[in-house]
């Protein structure tokens, strides 16, 4: 197996068989947990931190579930009422951290760069969960699995990736793996919520769904960060569910097979028509939570091998 990271701070790293790896890992622990037994000892013996400064739900939730599976003692901090909230500073925290010995640490933050600054200062590894627009590398890989699943295939496909762009680390994760997989990756949503120079990613770019959609293998919607909006980026929900929220008519423009993708959470009838996402036949919403579990036990389990491997000063 093909996996020589210390840390999971991004897709930019990982090499095509590294990607590879990590999803031939995860069908295994698909099946694994779809047994009556659902458990491993691949991390038995390891702490799991899990540090989550903004609020989450899927994430947070499949990361735990992974290590419980995993056989790690898991531990989730509460941010909200952390020393970083009575002015403690995040290398303090990271201080912290070592001297109670973790071995794996996830951590979603608000601000990019923020994990990889943590990664550089604590004496474990570090998986990112999400930091700022720049990254959220799990969640890229679980639609790949999810892909790969559902097309039997993750390369030389054409891919929509449609909605707010600009704000989206899951765009620019999915973006950077897709496109190491050899893949023909289209960005649909309004000019306002495209970022400059996106074009220089090798992707193409359309302002109209018609156009941007006709012959896709996948429609993936991302809904409106509007927390990390600071103006007006659309005329209104109305007008911008009117233009780019997938419905029957446009996803008609798609390939009769395309699967449709959406990471969560979603807002109905501003993304995507309710009937749309709980389509049995085309969404595959429910199969990505599903492989979101897998790919972190396989992320997880492969950065321990490599913990134990090494040297832990190594990963300082």
């Known amino acids: 197996m093909t996996f020589s990271q210390s840390h999971l701070l991004g897709i930019e790293p990982l090499s095509p068989p590294e990607i590879t790896t990590i999803l031939d890992l995860a069908d295994q622990y698909v099946d694994l947990n779809r047994r009556d037994v659902k458990h491993s000892d691949a991390l038995a013996g390891l702490t799991q931190i899990n540090m989550f400064f903004e609020n989450s739900t899927r994430t947070q939730a499949s990361f735990e579930i992974a290590g419980k599976r995993l056989g790690a003692d898991v531990m989730n901090m509460a941010m909200q009422a952390s020393s970083i909230k009575k002015g403690e500073t995040l290398i303090d925290t990271a201080m ?3 001297a109670m010995h973790p071995d794996l640490l996830v951590v979603r933050h608000p601000h990019s760069g923020a994990v990889d600054l ?3 200062k604590v004496n474990c590894a570090v998986l990112n ?4 627009r720049h990254e959220h590398p799990t969640q890229a890989l679980l639609d790949a699995l999810t892909i790969r699943r559902a097309k039997g295939r993750l390369h030389r ?3 929509a990736i449609c909605g707010d762009i600009a704000h989206s680390r899951v765009a620019r994760s999915n973006i950077l793996l897709l496109g ?4 023909r990756i289209r960005l649909i949503g309004p000019p306002t919520l495209m970022p400059s120079g996106i074009a220089d990613f090798g992707v193409e770019v359309y302002d109209d769904m018609e156009e941007g959609l006709r012959d896709v293998d996948v429609v993936m919607m991302l809904r409106l960060q509007k927390e990390r909006m600071d103006g007006g980026f659309i005329p209104s929900e109305r007008e911008y569910y009117f233009r780019y929220g997938l419905d029957a008519e446009k996803l008609g423009f798609a390939k009769e ?14 993304e995507i028509d309710g009937e749309i996402a709980d389509d049995i036949n085309r969404s595959v919403i429910q199969e990505q939570v599903e ?10 389990d492969l950065l321990a091998r490599n913990l134990r491997a090494k040297p832990r000063e190594v990963l300082a």
């Open 257 to 270: 097979d395309a699967i449709v993708m959406h990471p969560g959470p979603m807002n109905r009838g501003v």
């Open 180 to 183: 190491k997989m050899e893949n």
């Open 118 to 120: 943590l990664s550089q």
């Open 96 to 98: 912290t951290l070592n």
């Open 129 to 132: 969960a999400g930091d700022g």
């Open 291 to 300: 492989m979101g579990v897998a790919v972190r036990m396989a992320a997880m």
């Open 157 to 159: 496909l054409n891919i």
